[in-house]
């Protein structure tokens, strides 16, 4: 059984971008959203490479994940049906400890910006990097699924001032 532990932050500034190390273009549709059950995403890769993925919370930072290749055609057949969805651009830093990613979202979710980092054990420690602000983890309203079904375009003012995306 696969465990994906990792953390969110919002980013401020772009002193993050100094550790990119490479990128990819994502295109994530979700057919199921349900956070008590299990999420179910079907994700392109540059329009390369596609998948499936299964999720289901497992704690605050921990999330059992399933993926599974499918053939690109089919993702896309898939990409025009589904009505929840999003595009983001991800950066792979060169930073540690853990994996360090960052996703600029697109589209309806710009100028939206989060950092993620995976990590081996709910309990590594670590420094909360100065390009990181609020620490979003759990957040439920800032996940990829949420916001494929209710993006930043869609929240009111306040809620957008809450999380300083402006």
Known sequence: MALEIERRFIIKGNEWKAFIKQSQELEQGYFSTNFEEWIVRMRM???????????????????????YSIPLEDAVFMWNLISKKLKKKRYFLN????????????????PLVLAEVELNSEKVLFEQPSWCSQEVTGIKKLSNAS???????????????????H
């Open 147 to 165: 916001l494929a079904q209710y993006p930043i375009t869609d929240w009111s003012q306040k809620e957008r001032l809450t999380f300083q995306i």
């Open 45 to 67: 890769i540059d329009r390369k490479k596609s998948q499936i993925t299964l999720k289901a919370l497992a704690g605050k930072m921990s999330t059992h994940e399933f993926e």
């Open 95 to 110: 930073f540690g400890p853990g994996s360090w990613v960052v996703d600029c979202f697109e589209g309806s979710n710009f």
